[in-house]
């Protein structure tokens, strides 16, 4: 089962290929839809408290140790949900920008979510760090080839960086794989492993290496920015949307399970830069003209706050970190889609050449207003719910950590709302007379993403329910409890 | 044996071509007799001939080293006739010279005595030489040729003093008594330093690692491509397969200290080439530098604790480039006879113009940078496994070479997608056996990447 899902979107990435002209998008989103269809018809098989449904071993290269083992549990679950639904939104949202070579521009968003898929259901090492690779291809692909100005020089710059880190990455597992007394790759003979002393600092400082690159923490953010304002709107949603949350992913399955007797005493620090990051990344966010770039800080911001939740290792934080990485995927495609709304209308992303947009466009400024008020963490929406578990298990964990995080829901709030002000009230200028309100399609995909911003902050427990057994026995895992 | 008899008969056989002027049917007549030989790599034959007083031993690690010699020199072949199409006069004569030199590759690959080691270092450079010159009224490939024969000679002259010195300290040039001697210890210690010491340096020089690299970028640059694409990969491989063969089946109990000397020269091999490579606007002397990285990253294979995971490590990383090595010079030779050009603006819109060549280049290029489900992913992951347990510092120092050399091979990738043909674009034309080449190097590019026990299966 877990295997027809996970290629699915290669064969239909494949097919893609073949299909010229302006069919191309339709194809693709059709694609997209069964794909969700299939992920769905999983879930309703899925059993939330086994441990790892639909299972498959398959040995792949004997002599290394390497099998092809894929599993899903509540976690991989809810990724895979995040990732399924928001592909499908992603390309939908693309249907009113024509592309040179569209078929390959659709193609390379459905190979990615075969990547996608794959990091979140591998539960063998080396196949993780093959489908974290594979990712990288497409995404860098998109953003290079569609991309805005500078984009070959930046999204090099954001290759080599994020490969650099996944090799070290390779390494630690390598290195576990060495003390693994059975000399296998899998999940669970990684978790056995016999790791000491330095090797111990080792395999947790390269994981997280590579995974802080990915997400990112500061100060591994430098390509974040400006990769994500150059790429095209489609390209920055997956990374931010969906690619960033592998990092998240892989802390939780992979780092801090592999090294727990590590995590004691370094991860502290490592939420103290978690930390840095959420003010220092908001402090930035409030100085920028650009709105892309505003909303890229405001992501650095919100992950840092997920990856102190995550360093904090107790349950509320770690439940909050599951439940903010799908509100956060959620609300920053719905943030840069209304980027990309902005800048297809005005070519301008300089917020202070904007102004008046909520009286010629007031449909827009509806929509524009629930999603930021689900980013900016106000109760009933999706933000606050995990922003408030987050802080909770910071709390927990450290109260004075927990306060300088919390600023971090006022400072969000002045740069959101800064943007808000900026662009939708005042005078309509020059510029922003001619702003034409939403269409319908642009209805449709703002609709979908502001009833997942309300419903998930009404009825949070659809996620908890998924997660509760995974995320606590991964945890159990994490602080070296082992039942 | 039978294989070199085979090579070696067949390169008589293409002179004699050369002499009745059958030059069209001179490379089919190659292949063919590659054919024979390859066969004879999976046959454990040899056996049979035990009487060439220990002069060779075709083991298992010497037919498998043999195999993808003379398979790496049949893609070549296949590519030369059209290379050569112009040359009317002498093709038949370059190709013979191709199969001396690799009969010369397969003896050092097999030898056990230290004179057969240095014989087939000659054989297999000599008609090197002439090739590299071979372009002979193009000041470049003199010039490369010249410093191959010059630089060659000195580090001939080097490792044959080595071999004395070897010789000196226990008596014996060959292996298995030179092997017994130390284990007993019953050697002259100042003398065997300096002997490895010296053989260390020649052959570090064959396969062009730092500091010995100098005559690589020059003779890569300006020899004929085709046989750029030889020297690349048949030389490096039967360079490699003896240095591995000496000094980790030989002098491993010789102590651990050559191999701290190995792993800086590693280290210095990685750095050096890979920064140079960054600056380099000729493609084709970009490649040299990434010729001389690779060298880096294969010695680390010499660093095993387990010579068993060093040699399956060798092999794959070695198929791997060697792969991709020629898949990428196919490409670079039609761009090169078509465009009459050889920098990296000369790729440039080549995605529209020919997007196969494209997509097989792109793919050579992910292979040579190490990028998962190619083989030379699979090739890095054994040799960093292999150095990991004992040298990880060297290790972390291939990662970060790896990363940067991405800068370079994504140059290409950057230059044959992202940007605009800037002369009048014409279509590449495909010539057939250009396309079989690509198709099977391609096809073993991702069948290795997916499978990598297969090449290890194959032979032991």
Redesign the interface.
């Known amino acids: 089962m877990a295997i027809i899902l996970l290629f699915l979107p290669l064969v239909f990435a494949l097919m893609q290929f073949f299909i010229k002209g302006d069919i191309a998008k339709k194809t693709a989103l059709v694609s997209s839809l069964i794909i969700l269809g299939m992920n769905i018809f999983l879930l309703t098989q899925f059993d939330a408290n086994s441990k790892f449904n639909f299972f498959n071993h398959t040995p792949w290269i004997h002599d290394l140790g390497i099998s092809f083992d894929l599993g899903i549990d509540g976690l991989s679950m809810l990724m895979l949900l995040l990732t399924n639904v928001l592909i499908p939104i992603i390309i939908y949202s693309s249907f009113r920008t024509d592309r040179k070579d569209s078929h390959v521009f659709y193609a390379m968003i459905l190979m990615m979510q075969f990547g996608l898929n794959g990091v979140f259901m591998a539960l063998d090492g080396i196949l993780f760090y093959m489908f974290w690779e594979i990712t990288l291809i497409p995404i860098w692909l998109i953003c290079a080839t569609w991309g805005g100005e500078d984009r070959i020089k930046i999204t090099l710059k954001f290759f080599i960086y994020t490969f650099f880190g996944s090799l070290f990455m390779l390494l630690a597992l390598i290195y576990t794989f060495m003390q693994t007394p059975d000399h296998s790759f899998a999940l669970q003979s990684l978790y056995n492993a016999n790791l000491s002393g330095t090797g111990l600092y080792f395999v947790y400082g390269s994981l997280f290496l590579g995974f802080a690159i990915k997400m990112p923490i500061f100060p591994f953010h430098t390509w974040q920015p400006d990769t994500y304002t150059t790429s095209p709107t489609q390209g920055t949603m997956l990374l931010s949307g969906i690619m960033l949350k592998m990092g998240i992913y892989g802390v939780m399955r992979w780092m801090l399970p592999l090294a727990p007797e590590a995590s004691s005493t370094v991860a502290p620090w490592m939420m103290l830069l978690s930390i840095i990051g959420i003010v220092y990344a908001s402090f930035i966010a409030i100085t920028q003209k650009d709105i892309k770039r505003i909303f890229a800080y405001s992501s650095i911001a919100h992950v840092g706050m997920i990856a102190a939740g995550l360093f904090a290792l107790n349950i509320d934080g770690w439940q909050g970190a599951s439940f903010q990485m799908i509100a956060h995927g959620i609300n920053i495609v719905g943030l840069f889609f209304i980027a990309y709304i902005i800048e297809d209308r005005m070519k301008t992303r300089d917020i202070t050449t904007l102004g008046g947009i909520a009286k010629v466009a007031p449909k827009f400024a509806v929509f524009f207003m629930i999603v930021m008020l689900g980013s900016m963490a106000v109760p009933l929406t999706n933000g606050f719910v995990g922003e408030f578990l987050l802080l909770k298990g910071i709390y927990n964990a450290n109260m004075w950590m927990c306060i300088v995080a919390g600023t971090s829901i006022i400072f969000c709030a002045v740069y959101m709302l800064r943007v808000y002000q900026l662009t939708m009230f005042g005078e309509t200028n020059h510029i922003t007379e001619k702003f034409e309100d939403l269409n319908t399609q642009e209805i449709i995909v703002l609709s979908i993403i502001s009833i997942l911003v309300i419903v998930l902050g009404f009825f949070p427990n659809i996620i908890f329910e998924l997660t509760n057994s995974s995320v606590f026995n991964t945890l159990q895992i994490a602080l070296g409890i082992t039942s | 044996m039978i294989a070199i008899i085979i090579l070696v008969f067949f390169g008589v056989l293409l002179l004699f071509a050369g002499v009745l002027n059958m030059h069209k049917s001179a490379m089919p007549i190659g292949v063919l007799g590659l054919a024979f030989a390859l066969i004879f790599c999976f046959q454990d034959i040899d056996t049979l001939f035990l009487g060439y007083k220990n002069m060779f031993l075709f083991t298992e690690y010497a037919r498998a080293f043999s195999a993808l010699l003379i398979f790496s020199t049949i893609l070549v072949f296949l590519l030369g006739s059209y290379f050569l199409s112009e040359d009317n006069n002498y093709k038949a004569d370059k190709f013979a010279l191709m199969l001396f030199s690799l009969s010369g590759a397969i003896t050092m690959v097999s030898s056990q005595n230290l004179l057969m080691l240095f014989l087939g270092v000659e054989i297999l450079s000599i008609p090197l030489y002439i090739l590299a010159a071979s372009q002979k009224d193009d000041l470049h490939s003199n010039e490369a040729g010249m410093k191959y024969f010059l630089m060659g000679a000195f580090a001939t002259g080097i490792m044959l003093f080595g071999m004395a010195l070897i010789y000196g300290a226990t008596g014996s040039t060959e292996i298995n008594i030179i092997w017994t001697k130390m284990l007993n210890g019953s050697f002259n210690t100042n003398l065997m330093i300096l002997g490895t010491f010296m053989l260390m340096i020649a052959l570090l020089f064959k396969v062009g690692a730092a500091p010995f690299h100098f005559w690589s970028p020059d003779v890569y640059d300006g020899s004929p491509t085709l046989f750029t694409a030889f020297m690349s990969t048949v030389v490096k491989t039967a360079g490699f397969a003896a240095f591995f063969n000496l000094f980790v089946f030989c002098f491993q109990n010789i102590g651990s200290d050559w191999k701290i000397v190995i792993a800086v020269v590693s280290a210095m091999t990685m750095f050096i080439a890979n920064i140079t490579a960054i600056y380099q606007s000729s493609f084709k002397r970009m490649m040299a530098y990434s010729s001389i990285s690779h060298a880096g990253y294969l010695l680390m294979a010499l660093l095993c604790t387990n010579a068993q995971q060093g040699q399956s490590a060798l092999l794959l990383y070695l198929t791997a480039y060697c792969v991709a090595s020629i898949a990428v010079f196919a490409i670079f030779i039609l761009v090169q006879k078509q465009t009459q050009r050889s920098d990296f603006d000369a790729f440039n819109g080549l995605g529209k113009r020919n997007p196969l060549l494209a997509v097989v280049m792109t793919l050579g290029m992910?292979s040579l940078a190490g990028?998962?489900?190619t083989a030379g992913f699979f090739g890095k992951?054994y040799l960093?496994?292999v150095a990991?347990?004992q040298y990880?510092p060297l290790?972390?120092i291939a990662?970060?070479n790896?990363?940067?050399s991405?800068?370079y091979y994504?140059r290409v990738i950057?230059n044959m997608?992202?940007k605009e043909s800037d002369h009048h674009a014409f279509e590449l034309t495909n010539v057939p056996l250009y396309t079989l080449v690509l198709s099977i190097t391609s096809i073993a590019i991702i069948a290795i990447g997916i499978?990598?026990?297969l090449v290890?299966e194959l032979f032991w």
């Open positions: 992910l990028i998962p489900l992951y960093f496994t990991f347990a990880k290790v972390i990662i970060l790896s990363a940067i991405i800068y994504f950057i997608w992202f499978f990598p026990s290890i």
